[in-house]
């Protein structure tokens, strides 16, 4: 379902063994030489959400390749396949160089205000993941925060790319669904995203 211009959601995309495997991954991932922690904003602001990067740490609104000396793990070839599979399956060219993965992990309190994805270089498509508790999810429009906007849920298994005009549109979290997730797929609490990105 194109949401937006450019901006495709295909609920229920990775089966639930995928989505299984992924979660383990995440867990692997999280657990690795740049442990998933609460970014700070460069104001001093903390984000509820917990995140983990691979292929080019976010740190304080720029990316960098270590981080306080500590090399960033790359993006593994299974979630460059999974972008490819993805960008494929909604009709945008699979012409696209994953260079970060950022994984961000939503307790039953945490949310995502809006904001714009501003950071890469690239206008190629974001693909997003959803794994876990369901979410409302605020997608906007490219001018501000505000109003118009539409909610939608994500589920988990849910694939969302946001490409063209809606690469800058403002989005958010607004809520998760605490106990909506699947229970065979090892997270039996909270919501992850993953988002995989080209940077340029
Ligand atoms: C629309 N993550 O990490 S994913 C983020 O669910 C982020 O964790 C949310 O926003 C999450 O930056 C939303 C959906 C998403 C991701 C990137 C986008 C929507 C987007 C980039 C441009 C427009
Ligand atoms: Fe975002």
Redesign the pocket.
């Known amino acids: 379902t194109e949401v937006a211009p450019g901006?495709v959601h295909v609920p229920d995309w990775l089966p639930r063994d995928a989505q299984r495997d992924l979660v383990r991954a995440c867990r692997r991932w999280a657990t690795g030489p740049i442990p998933m922690r609460h970014q700070v904003l460069p104001g001093g602001g903390v984000m509820s959400?917990k995140?983990v990067c691979l292929g080019w740490e976010w740190d304080a609104y720029t990316y960098v390749r270590e981080l306080r000396g500590v090399p960033v793990p790359p993006v593994p070839p299974e979630l460059r396949a999974l972008a490819t599979r993805a960008l494929a399956e909604v009709g945008y060219t699979p012409d696209f160089d994953a260079e970060i993965a950022?994984v961000?992990f939503?307790d039953d309190a945490a949310r995502?205000g809006m904001?714009?994805?501003r950071d890469e270089e690239s206008r190629a498509p974001?693909v997003?993941i959803?794994l876990g508790d369901s979410?409302r999810?605020r997608?906007g429009n490219t001018e501000h925060r505000g109003q118009p906007y539409t909610d939608l849920t994500?589920e988990s298994g849910d694939l969302?790319v946001?490409g063209g005009p809606?690469?800058?549109?403002?989005?958010?979290?607004v809520r998760t669904f605490p106990g909506t997730g699947p229970t065979d797929i090892d997270l039996p609490r909270g919501?992850l995203?993953i988002?995989i990105?080209e940077k340029g």
């Open positions: 901006a959400v995140s950022l961000n939503y995502m904001h714009q994805d974001v997003s959803s979410c999810f997608f994500l969302f946001f809606s690469r800058l549109a403002y989005h958010g979290v919501r995203n988002t990105r």
